[in-house]
């Protein structure tokens, strides 16, 4: 009597391995792109700190007579250049080519005009790379 054997060879096994191989190597970047999720928490990130420096900024204002070293605005609300300048660096950051600009969003006036100190602005931060974006609430302090 004659047994015969059953299974798969050695070199069946490791086609089938390097086949699976190849497939992986191909299929998972286009599945798993974190590239976006980066860019998004980057943007949230940003506009996190924007709204923490401007809630420090407005209880500078409150708290200090003589508004030394307070940022009051005078012009537009919701732009690069009046939220940046609350930040450490004096402007948004820039990390390698991706930047940020900051518009006016649902609720931001666009000038101080007529708003009295403590009035809350919406304000929209984008990145530039994948149109990620975030909203962020400032309080605005106008001179006039």
């Known amino acids: 009597m004659r047994s015969v054997q059953k299974g798969f060879t050695l ?3 490791i086609v089938v391995i390097v086949i699976l191989g190849i497939l992986a190597a191909v299929a998972l970047p286009k599945f798993i792109d974190l590239t976006q999720e980066a860019l998004t928490a980057s943007t949230q990130g940003v506009a996190g700190a924007i709204s923490s420096a401007s809630a420090i900024n407005y209880g500078a204002f409150q708290a200090n007579s003589a508004k030394v070293g307070v940022v009051q605005l005078n012009a537009a609300v919701c732009s690069a250049g009046t939220l940046g300048s ?3 660096g004096g402007s948004l950051p820039t990390t390698g080519s991706v ?3 900051v518009a006016v969003g ?3 006036p666009t000038t101080c005009a007529g708003q009295a100190a403590g009035t809350v602005a919406t ?6 790379k994948g ?8 309080a605005v302090i106008c001179t006039g």
């Open 99 to 101: 930047t940020y600009s």
């Open 106 to 108: 649902s609720t931001a």
């Open 86 to 88: 609350l930040l450490t």
């Open 123 to 128: 304000c929209a931060v984008t990145g530039t």
């Open 11 to 13: 070199i069946e096994l």
């Open 131 to 138: 149109s990620t974006s975030a909203v962020v609430q400032t």
